[in-house]
């Protein structure tokens, strides 16, 4: 059997980074407008919003290629906390019908964007050596 963290990185961070690009995806196509409304409920800017496609669109196409890898994670996990917390507090201790976490989408983003910040982009990566900030 073969074994390589550099291997288990890369599937880890492409697949964050592409499963969270589709939602960014969506995101240019539909606009930010329902998100400038949530963030202007909170009392903040609704121009903040356009930050989503750093953390949807930019981060992710970081991820993906592994350049500046952990500071792209980081982006990430700020983005799914932000989205946490504006769209699904009142999830956050609820059980799903299948009786799983609510959140299970939302948190397997987060720590896995975690797990990625953590670890780094690893060889196989356009920075490759997995140094400070792959």
Do not use: C
Request: charged share 10%; no cysteine.
């Amino acid at each position: 059997m073969i074994r390589s963290d550099d291997t288990g990185k890369l599937v880890l961070r492409v697949a964050l980074g592409v499963l969270i690009l589709l939602h960014g995806i969506a995101k240019i196509g539909g606009g930010v407008g329902g998100i400038a409304g949530m963030l202007s409920n909170h009392g903040l800017p609704g121009a903040l919003a356009y930050l989503v496609y750093v953390g949807e669109v930019l981060a992710p196409v970081l991820l993906i290629v592994g350049i500046y890898t952990r500071p792209a994670a980081w982006i990430v996990v700020i983005n799914m906390l932000v989205a946490i917390w504006l769209v699904h507090m009142k999830e956050l201790t609820a059980l799903g019908k299948n009786g799983g976490w609510a959140l299970e989408l939302q948190g397997m983003f987060l720590f896995a964007a975690v797990a990625v910040a953590l670890m780094g982009a690893g060889r196989f990566s356009v920075g490759g050596t997995g140094g400070r900030y792959n």
